[in-house]
């Protein structure tokens, strides 16, 4: 991961020194207000209202962090002891929603970067959800499955007093799939005795909903269709380069197969695999066996798929293609890979993963006038389904697969617009960054306003 102190790069508003001041060693915090700011400042300043409530001073201090320790038992019968946190961000136009991230690398600073982006997300998938976001520095990965029980089951020992339907409804992140979200509602209703929609991300019998996995891959593949549709273009025939093997990059490679589009990679944590080909429903079945199911790296596909390369340590940047979708982790495009892309023909990005790219592969996109969909918009999908997730939870009902995908294609059409109301730049270039901050600030900050100082 590249250094988010690429922060230094960019000319510094006093805003920023207060930030960095109250928050200090949280660098990935700061890229993710940083990356705000520049859009908002000016906004701001033009509307002064927001600048008197001190309303972004406001909304970059959570309105609280939780933190606490996990002690659990692994399978030897020795005591393991890790940190969970959850970090509730701002409920100014709805119940906490973000998900859990188990994952070594999670710190306070990663989780508040996290949190920070998810209101803005939230507000814009323009349903009635605030910002948060949590988790633990516990590896399920290596684990068996009675030690990722006791761990969810001490982590939610704490966690069940902080979150509710009303108050905070937790969802799945890296680490945290349907093995991890099954043990820990179980506990949760055991705790509370009470059946209710306090997680989403739940399995179909009980609770969950249809196109909740496929959800932010899809989604990010609809917003991307917008996008092109903006300039008369589709993603049929489009060579597509994706990012990460996991939830996200394999839902967005089955829906660019459904468009028409030709994934050519994807990659993990040991390198990434380029099929000049292109994917088919047939190989996408097979990586989803050897990534869900053997739980092997990519070297394996590689091996069993004739023409595909594996390289190893490398990301897939330098492949020719139109469009690219980073679907793995945060600041995995640096602003060297930001002109390669560009180079390599690619003529847009749409994040599925969250802040995928550093400020300074912002900058390049940017400058570069591409169609480029930042994450809290791009990849709004997943936690757009999880709100009706619990919109059916409240109801007492299960939508049909059609349903939910028909709301999910709406939602991501209502995200771009008021991407495109907000940053239409001229006729041919829409600046999607600061459409979707300002976007997502505004029904926040007229929701704190409307509050008085609280």
Known sequence: MSSPASTACHTRHPFMDGVIQRSPGEPEFHQAVQEVAESLLPFIEKNPRYADAKILERMTIPDRVIMFRVTWEDDQGHPQVNTGYRVQFNNAIGPYKGGFRFHPSVT????????????????????????????????????????????????????????????????????????????????????????????????????????RPEATGYGAVYFAREMLATRNQSLDGKRAVVSGAGNVAQYTIEKLLHLGAKPVTCSDSTGFVHDPEGFTHDKLALLKTIKNTQRQSLQSYANAVPGTTFYAGKRPWGIPCEVAFPSATQNEITGDDAHTLIKGGCQLVSEGANMPTDLDGVSVFREARILYGPGKAANAGGVAISGLEMTQNSMRLSWTREEVDHKLQDIMHRIHRQCVEHGQQDAHYVDYVSGANIAGFIKVADALLAYGIV
């Open 108 to 211: 306070l600073g990663t989780l508040k970067f996290l949190g920070f982006e998810q209101v803005l997300k939230n507000s814009l998938t323009t349903l009635p959800m605030g910002g948060a976001k949590g988790g633990a520095d516990f590896d399920p990965k290596g684990k068996s499955d009675a030690e990722v029980m006791r761990f969810c089951q001490a982590f939610m020992t704490e966690m069940y007093r902080h979150i509710g339907p009303d108050v905070d409804v937790p969802a799945g992140d890296i680490g945290v799939g349907a093995r991890e979200i099954g043990f820990l509602f179980g506990q949760y209703k055991r705790i509370v005795n009470e059946f209710t929609g306090v997680l989403t991300g739940k399995g179909i019998q009980y609770g969950g909903s249809l196109i």
